[in-house]
């Protein structure tokens, strides 16, 4: 989940075969780093990639023997191959120790991410290849693991790469591709994607509210909501805060999920029990739970509702309710709302000097349980929901050796970096956040702390092979209850009954 693409973080490059300085030049004698700014040409050659990307492997009796075959949305096909004398995934991966007789091609896929699951599933059951290698969104690879539709990379991988993935990328993303029981790699992280909390510091300072610490010490919900409802009402505006809300997945993987996180509440205990289904505690109907709920309740119906919560008042617009990551954030971009809750690609598109620029402040989520308050292992606290990308490889595929120099070459902090700069996808290694171009990735760079920051209080979905069941009933009752169709203890109640019955029938198959 998250936006089908999305990047991340910094720090000193600890890769055992780091890609020499010198770099290959071309032609004309430069190297990437000296050639036209890679954002000056991302959406040429996205427009490219559309007329020439979906016939990949379609003609001339399928690819060649040597082009590994991927899935992906356009945006990613956009930077894998771009017009000539122009820097591209593709070369990046040559220059880290692919074999230049190997080449990618993305078959291309629907952006949606259920439906990428379904289409994934389809192949996959049918045992057909290619695409030689899978992108699979982090809240669905672990059912794929669990059917035995990936290879196992920690025994494919030769054990340097193995150590520098283990070392290097951040644990959260890769928990997502590791098959829950044994701990091997079953798919290796492309990129992650976090929630972040945008804000107006203009409005909110004209309103009086200082918001100088918030980057790095987010407030609590009550400051925040108390600062926003001011900074609107001063500002005239049409709405406080804007956030997704609709009756979709990414309310149960991602908006609730952040919510609750930062009431010290979760689905099915802390954070120990995110990946091991059928022997887990119900804790929907836990006060955190419910109270993160009326929160919400009371930010969108105000606190004349039945179930409003004392101390907080209305800033969100009713249409939250039907709204999405783009409805959402269009609010907020045209300038009629003082915050939003949204992915980093939202950073890059409203911090810019023709839109907030400095004036966008960055964190993540407010909260109203500190983490040494919280009854639950693993929340309370600030949050930032967990999205992203694994690469998981076919086990039908019949190039095995080539799509695993493909997925190796993908290691490589040059490759991250270039993926980074030329669409914004964060690399799954943070620290190289901070090794960035700053010309290349735009207003992102003024956020590189507040970004980390996120990844260090990442909050992953409970991600099993009941989830997409799960996700169903989660985001249908917590949609009911925004829309005041239902009280949250009732809600609770009925999704706590749902879910005991899945998770019952999983430990009866394994004679639990």
């Known amino acids: 989940m998250g936006r089908d693409t999305v990047d991340q973080d910094p720090s000193p490059d600890p890769n055992p075969n780091p890609v020499q300085p010198s ?8 190297t990437r780093r000296q050639r036209l700014s890679r954002r000056a040409f991302v959406a040429t050659a996205s427009a490219t990639a559309l007329g020439a990307t979906a016939i990949a492997g379609c003609l001339g009796g399928g690819p060649g023997p040597n082009t590994v075959v991927m899935t992906g949305a356009t945006d990613f096909e956009g930077i894998l191959h771009t017009p000539d004398d122009e820097p591209d995934v593709q070369e990046a991966l040559w220059e880290a120790g692919l074999d230049e007789d190997i080449s990618v091609e993305v078959q291309t896929v629907v952006s949606d991410s259920v439906q990428r699951m379904q289409e994934a599933q389809s ?7 290619p695409p030689d290698i899978h992108m699979m969104d982090t809240g669905w690879t672990i059912p794929f693991i669990l059917r035995e539709q990936t290879t196992n990379l920690t025994e494919e991988f030769p054990d340097d790469v193995v150590d520098r993935v283990e070392e290097n990328y951040l644990e959260e993303i890769l928990e997502t591709a590791r098959h829950p029981e044994t701990g091997d790699i079953h798919g290796l992280p492309l990129f992650p994607d976090f929630g972040m909390m945008l804000y107006r510091r203009d409005l909110l300072e004209d309103a009086g509210h200082d918001t100088s610490d918030w980057a790095s010490d987010p407030p609590t919900w009550e400051a925040f909501a108390e600062a926003v409802a001011d900074a609107q009402s001063e500002a005239g505006l049409d709405f ?15 908006t609730f999920n952040e919510v609750m996180s930062t009431w010290g509440g979760g689905y099915f205990g802390g954070t120990e029990t995110l990946f091991t289904a059928g022997d887990r505690p119900i804790t929907v109907t836990d006060d955190a739970v419910i109270d993160a709920l009326r929160m919400m309740r009371t930010f969108i119906h105000g606190d004349e509702d039945d179930h409003a919560l004392e101390g907080y008042p209305q800033i969100c617009p009713s249409a939250i309710v039907q709204w999405s990551e783009d409805e959402s954030l269009a609010s907020f971009s045209s300038g009629d709302a003082v915050a939003h809750r949204n992915w980093p690609y939202a950073i890059a598109e409203t911090g810019g000097d023709d839109a907030f620029g400095e004036n966008l402040g960055v964190t993540t989520q407010p909260y109203a349980v500190s983490e040494d308050d919280a009854e639950l292992e693993g929340v309370g606290g600030t949050a930032a929901a967990l999205g992203g990308w694994n690469l998981a490889l076919s086990p039908y595929t019949d190039k095995t050796e080539q799509a695993l120099q493909v997925l190796e070459a993908f290691t490589h902090d040059e490759v991250m970096l270039t993926i980074f700069e030329l669409q914004g996808f964060l690399p799954p290694n943070l620290d ?11 207003p992102v760079a003024r956020y590189v702390e507040q970004i980390q920051m996120a990844g260090e209080n990442a909050v992953p979905r409970p991600v099993t092979d009941l989830w997409p069941e799960q996700s169903a009933l989660i985001f249908q009752e917590v949609n009911a209850v925004y829309r005041g169709a239902k009280a949250p203890t009732a809600a609770m109640d009925e999704l706590a009954s749902r879910l005991e019955r899945s998770e019952s029938e999983v430990a009866a198959q394994h004679g639990g």
């Open 240 to 254: 406080g805060f804007t956030t997704q809300a609709a009756a979709y997945e990414g309310l149960a993987c991602c």
């Open 23 to 30: 770099t290959p030049r071309d032609e004309r004698g430069r």
């Open 432 to 442: 190289l956040v901070a090794d960035a171009n700053p010309d290349e990735i735009g």
């Open 123 to 129: 192949t996959l059951q049918a045992g057909r290849a």
